[in-house]
């Protein structure tokens, strides 16, 4: 059933309010991109993640399992501008082993993608795929610096993508200034921040709803990290795929991120968890667990034995002070939480009717 009317006009607000912030006017333009072939604006999804989430290479993945076997010839993705196609080009040189893996975010791009492919109904959809990359600061209320551009794309999109990277939250020996396990800014910081910068520019637009409007598909990275797959692994969550790959079931994921969330054996970030719950549908929120680089067949640095038989060594390896693919990367679930929202968007109806701001 399609949204009410009210949110086509919530979100040409946030466009027009957006459009008169002299902050980042100059960007504007980055964000425009074709009609689609029908004459109907393309679905809008954006892809949100904190610092060090992967969301490079979560990118470069996503065109990589595009160009698997199964969706050769029926799904396509291509940068809309210079930039944003050298973005998805270096990310897919990292994962073939060509280049070492992107390093952390140093200046802020606006970058933008289209996927075309079909739907089970047999008929053919267009989506504008969002990134704002940007360093921390636009993640981060305290800073001075206004994340405009970043509340854009979240507030004007149908869907998003949120990149929760648990390695932030495992427990660390010497934790310090609200790090996490890798000495970067806890995910519950940035995430409670942005999401309460979001709710405010969607209501102050004239949604009333209690809880946002979009369509959620919530992805648990890395789970190629040797923590976050022995936490899975002991939670007794770990299946094989049909490759024989290790990997945690679409309908086991929910239980994953939750325990990685609330449960201090495996992770701290309840906020997160609560935030999620409260803030968005349940009815329109999906859980994934994913890994952009897939495991290895090893053996690693550590010279341990692959403890379940199957494919699950690490498959980041460092080398001269920086990552590399061990083998060329073999991407898991990472298609997936695109298609649910296209999905669920294309058959419960846009949650806004007019063209993302230009």
Known sequence: MSEPDHEAGLFDDIASATAAAPAEAADDSRWAEPDAADGRDPISIALWGGVGSGKSVFIGALRRAIGFTEHVGRWSMHGLDKDSRSYSNNAAAGLRGETPLPLATETASNLSWTVRGPLSSGDDVQVTLRLRDAPGGDYRESNDASPEATLQYLAAADGLIYLFDPTGELPDPDPAGGAGGNGRPRAAGSFTSTLQLLQARVAEAGHAGVRLPHFLAVCVTKLDDRRVFAAANR????????????????????????????????????????????????????????????????????????????????????????????ESAQPINVFEPLQTLITQIAAHGRVHGAAVAR
């Open 235 to 326: 939670l007794g969550l770990i299946d094989s795929d049909a490759n024989g790959s290790p990997w945690v079931p679409n309908e086991l994921a929910k239980e994953f991120f939750r325990r990685l969330c609330t449960d201090q054996r495996y992770g701290n970030a309840p906020e997160i968890w609560n935030d999620i719950q409260g803030a968005f549908d349940p009815a329109r929120t999906s859980y994934f667990a994913t890994s952009a680089l897939g495991f290895s067949y090893g053996p690693d640095s550590t010279g341990e034995a692959d403890p379940l038989g199957m494919r699950t060594f690490p498959n980041r390896v460092p080398r001269e002070k920086l990552f590399w693919v061990q």
